[in-house]
């Protein structure tokens, strides 16, 4: 089901003092931005994806209103701000701060990705003005990236963001807890292997299916369940993971597209910028 409330960074877009100075494209509707605020109160209620938020500069009058009353930002401390949380802040001087924005279904394909677990045992904590030094060092990465236009070491902070988030005790999101339903392990085990094996043809939902012996429903109901995303959104970001890993060669891309199972170079291209922010052209120049 789509989430139709606003995300962090709309409200924050219709504050009147809110300023947004740089921003980047990371694919797969997750992106990142610099901001700046003074003399505000921003709430945040129950917005759509997760956030992170790392103080750049200032922060000092900055406060959560919902919180604990003493606790102020600086530089350097981390906001983790969830979606669905809800939460209220006062802005009484000049701040700095990172925004790394992630959909709930990438968050979630990469928490499945990352642990070979199941999506639903991802679990992501409220988490304000907190010291994590390698999660604030890799923002600090991504941020630089951004600042310099290198959209390649800015979407490789991101992952790398995500992936000591998840490893970190203290927020990685494993928690114990019965699930049911689900495709059961060795049948994402071996769906995720059809897919490896035939990203240069064309993959039918029928095809995966018949693996564990479902209903083509029934199997995207339950592949959604397990990894956060549908089937055909995990085999788009595994083609732009290829073409990726492909470009450093010399294969032209029009071959590339072939054998990453595009139609054209044309779909590979709109594919490829959707999922990465840029052009195959311009990723292989980087």
């Not at 992170?52 to 906001?79: E, H, I, K, M, Q």
């Not at 003005?129 to 600090?140: H, K, N, S, V």
């Not at 970190?168 to 292997?193: K, Q």
Request: glycine fraction near 8%; hydrophobic fraction near 40%.
């Amino acid at each position: 089901m789509k989430y139709s409330h606003p995300s962090v960074f709309r409200f924050l877009s219709a504050s009147p003092t809110a300023r947004m100075s740089q921003s980047i494209d990371l694919g797969f509707g997750r992106s990142a931005a610099i901001w700046s605020n003074a003399h505000d109160r921003m709430s945040y209620q129950r917005p759509n994806g997760h956030t992170f938020s790392l103080y750049l500069r200032g922060g000092a009058g900055t406060r959560r209103l919902d919180g604990n009353p003493a606790a102020r930002g600086r530089p350097g401390v981390l906001c983790i701000m969830p979606q669905e949380h809800s939460s209220e802040w006062e802005i009484t001087e000049f701040s700095q701060f990172a925004h790394l924005y992630v959909p709930d279904d990438q968050m979630r394909r990469m928490f499945a990705e990352t642990f070979d677990r199941d999506a639903r045992l991802m679990a992501l904590p409220e988490v304000t003005f907190a010291e994590a030094p390698a999660l604030a060092r890799r923002l600090r990465q991504m941020t630089k990236a951004m600042v310099a236009g290198g959209h390649l070491q800015a979407e490789e902070a991101m992952t790398q963001t995500i992936n000591d988030f998840f490893v970190d005790p203290r927020y990685g999101g494993m928690r114990p807890c019965a699930i049911t339903g689900g495709l059961a392990p060795h049948v994402r085990r071996r769906s995720l292997e059809y897919i490896e094996a035939h990203l240069d043809e064309t993959i039918r939902l029928q095809d995966l299916a018949a693996i564990g012996q479902l209903s083509a429903f029934h199997f995207q109901r339950m592949f959604r369940a397990s990894y956060g995303v549908s089937p055909h959104g995990w085999v788009a970001h595994r083609r732009v993971e290829r073409a990726k890993s492909m470009l450093c060669g010399t294969d032209s891309i029009a071959e590339i597209a072939s054998a990453c199972g595009f139609s054209s170079q044309s779909h590979m291209t709109r594919a490829f910028k959707l999922g990465t922010g840029v052009t195959p052209s311009v990723y292989r120049q980087r």
